[in-house]
């Protein structure tokens, strides 16, 4: 059974930084693009970012040069590194993985993990 499980949000005041990691099991994923997205309350699913097996990466705007996102194949685990935090990047992270590569629409992920909250304080 393939399982995402995502770790290391929390609280922190704007500007800061935090780490999260999105460790996959089940099956590798060594071959497979993985992304981020988000969710705030009453909004939709928003893409963050993807990486590929090759590790090119690709960012929202929104996101652009404040995140970066990594992989460790070996572990199986995706990283996203954000810096200079706003407020408005206060959400629910989702790591998943994605049916085909190259893609920015949830619709096209097939795996999912359960979220990790990010709030920014201002």
């Known amino acids: 059974q393939v399982q995402l499980v995502e770790s290391g949000g929390g609280l922190v005041q704007a500007g800061g930084s935090l780490r999260l990691s999105c460790v996959a099991s089940g099956r590798t994923f060594n071959r497979n693009t993985m992304g981020w997205f988000r969710q705030a309350p009453g909004k939709d699913r928003e893409f963050v970012g993807y990486?590929?097996?090759?590790?090119?990466?690709v960012y929202a705007d929104a996101v652009q040069d404040r995140f970066t996102i990594s992989r460790d194949n070996p572990k199986n685990t995706m990283y996203l590194q954000m810096d200079n935090l706003k407020p408005e990047d206060t959400a629910a992270y989702y790591c998943?993985?994605?049916?085909?590569?190259?893609?920015?629409?949830?619709?096209?992920?097939?795996?999912w993990g359960q979220g990790t909250q990010v709030t920014v304080s201002a």
């Open positions: 998943a993985v994605p049916r085909y590569a190259g893609t920015n629409r949830a619709r096209d992920y097939d795996y």
């Open positions: 990486i590929a097996w090759t590790g090119t990466t």
